[in-house]
């Protein structure tokens, strides 16, 4: 079995799972119940002084029978005293010394950052957690994503609580950027130990086309809100590449941002995150969601020969780059497998109406009949010598491995975007021709 | 006339094929995204083993099916067959929500053989024994279902096993007598081969009573366990019951799982006397193997008997034909063959079953299969084990929550302690006996593992439905009766 205990930036969890600050995160019980099921560590509910909520808070977006593929909240932080939470702290890690619980705090002066830091280290914390992320509410009094989104900010901001700070300091970072990456490098100048990323994103789920107000609603009004879940995956892991692969930040990774399953786990790691933190997929499930992450992300690791998460960890960075570095001679082209196919022609369609025009609709007699097929009925046919290997036919093939996206050798050597622009300003190429 | 086979290979391996076939992987992770993933569901209360399915179910969606394996063997080592033989309609599937949602269950039976395939196929191996021992040893008499589940759980805990069983080939009823087109025997032979790299010593063919007293056992091992089964089919105390074409059902089905399919004999006209599941697992293989006409004679009516509605129904649409309110008073011999079956009516007066006067007749038929309840074993086992309490109705005495007996060191489970139930009711006792060992053997100061998929929900720390099955067809039985 793969070793998966973790050290991030001295924080020790027995595993790199971690509860992110949110409703799960709340209350000594959740705690308890986490560290039970399995979880590592506990990011606790953000503290700072404490708010008022209204009612309703959650809204989602669901696809299908898919049910919270996205989640938006427009609950503040921690409604809870500092008293009660500090003191809760304090029980878990009296109760659960092994396992990482971590302060997310946000507050607004120099002073009250200092006190809140000091109270995190005394409760026993393992570490802090900064909010600069919270895109609703919190903002609008000058904190929360307000801070993340101006790195000049954040940098005084991490710099007075470095200045109290006796246990490691992750700072949050938000997505609500244009480039994530200032932030995490004003977190790295400030002398911030980690980062984790992503919070939430500015949303409105829907809209109710009867009363015209979007859930949440209160009182006849909604706000925008946080989205998250396992809609906001994709731009979560190009937030923690960008990071990972950046040279001046080189800070440990916390991903966030649509965790639910052990593949999303081994994929945040393989950009570049050290620990992972799950809100939403626990909001669904419970907490028992973190045995099957930790029994799959185990299987896959000692599938591939794996001894620990360090085995995999940023494996893919270096496999991301700028487009720039793309080898344009490249060439792959759809292979549709006819024994496979069931002629529902959403290939011939989607490559007809919504790219590049180079499938056919064919005679069926050389390619035999799919499944359930009408003799006769026209089969669809790549024709490979047009195909610019652009994958939308195979994305939209419902049935697996009908349609593979096969390397074919172009005969040239590889050339990327940069080299021809070189070539071209050296005046050895002509031009390639436009596309017909 | 002798009975002869009627067809061929290559008809007889089409028409015995798998009824509930494999799932493709595309179609397992579709149906494994159907399942809502429910928090102390009640698949797992219907679940005599308490297999916690939504967990299983979750790891098949996110293609962890190894750790789906491993989910279900844990709990039911018997995952592979059970997958198959379960009447999951009345079980796990007659409890899923989804009935109530959609009319249609997930189908956990397919999903479960989807995962246990898996791992049979590539040889892993996820289940393991401590690499600590206890120094204990048990014997586990007979090597079926109850007494496979207590083997696998006593080598899980870490006592050294030995398994006895008279028949060349451990796996009891799962490897000899299970409809073939529900389960080929290999899969079971499969599960002996996983207990056996856990540790376990199995000695077949060898008979205890016979070849190894039970004395000996007394003072070799530990704590012995008692899984023997039943015995053969009950007499029928007719005229003409010893001709060579009367058969017990089960004897039947076992020519099916050890002879060539070719070579299996088969009447033309064939009666099954009985009417419950082993009734129709007999009259379904009979017309697939070739037989013109096959008739269910059963002495009460449809309502009475005992086969679940699902197997009715499959027999039904197999061409089978039911006789009820008949009861057979001679098979009718020719030149020392079955020749025909002389019947009589039969009326139901307050309970009692009799014979309507005058009402005789002979149907012509050449094979009689009984099906009509196994026999107890109370003689074998007062003989072997002389003290073991027996109750009046021949089923081994024990304590419900240990599977102990009268014998201290003796522990049961099984069709011998329940008088006849399912395999996965076989599995989950042999599995709490092993529990009960477990615990003889630590001196009454530990208690077995706890399954924890009930895990924070108020109440008794019952754990899953291992402790506290639910039981979806007696639930409704009661309900319709009520």
Known sequence: MADLTSDFAGIKSPNPFWVASGPPSNTAHQAHRAFEAGWGGVVWKTIGDPIVNVASRYSALNLGPVRMAGFNNIELISDRSPETNFREIAEVKKRWPHHAVIASLMVDTRDHWHEFVRRSADAGADGIELNFGCPHGMCERGMGSAVGQNPEVAEIIVGWV???????????????????????????KAGANAISLINTINSITNVNLDTLVPEPFVAGRSSHGGYCGPAVKPIALNMVHSCAADPQVNLPISGIGGIGTWRDAAEFVALGASTLQVCTAIMHYGFRIVEDMADGLSAYLDSKGMRSLADLRGRAVDHVGDWKTLDLNYKRVARIDHEKCIGCNLCYIACEDGAHQCIDLVDSTPYGLGPGRVPGKPVPLVRESDCVGCNLCSIVCPVDGCITMTPVDS?????????????????????LPAHP | MPIQPLVDAATATAALADIKPPLSPQEARVEAARCLYCFDAPCIMACPTGIDIPAFIKKIAVDNVTGAARTILEANVLGASCARVCPTQVLCEGACVMLDLEKEPIQIGRLQRHATDHVAARGIQVLHAPAVKSGKRVAVIGAGPAGLGCAAELARLGHAVTVFDRKPAGGGLNTYGIAYYKMKPEVSLDEVRMIERLGVEFRTGVEVGRDVQAADLERDYDAIFLGIGLGGANRLGIPGEDLPEVIDALDFIEWIHTRPLADVPVGRRVAVLGCGNTAIDAVTQALRLGAERATIVYRRGREDMSAYDFEYE?????????LFHAAPVEVVGESGHVAGLRLARTESRDGRVTSVPGSEWVE?????????GQEKQAA????????????????????????????????????????????????????????GIHRHLAGDTVSGPVQASRLGVAGPPSGSGFDRPIRVHELEAALHKG
């Open chain 2, 380 to 435: 074998l086992l007062q003989r072997i084990f002389p003290g073991l309490a027996i109750d009046s109705r021949g089923r081994v005495e024990h304590d419900p929550q240990t599977m102990r007996t009268s014998l201290p060191k003796v522990f049961a489970g099984g069709d011998c302690t329940s008088g006849g139930r399912e395999v996965v009711n076989a599995v989950a006792e042999g599995k709490k006996a092993a529990r």
């Open chain 2, 364 to 372: 012509p038929v050449d094979l009689v299969l009984k099906a009509v």
């Open chain 1, 162 to 188: 470095m200045e109290a700070a006796t246990i490691p300091v992750i700072v949050k970072l938000t997505p609500n950027i244009t480039n994530v990456v200032h932030a995490a490098r004003a977190a790295r």
């Open chain 1, 411 to 431: 005969g040239k050597p590889p050339m990327t975007w940069e080299q021809y622009q070189g070539r071209l300003a050296a005046g050895t190429m002509h031009p």
């Open chain 2, 314 to 322: 499959l027999a039904k649409s197999d061409g089978a034909h039911f």
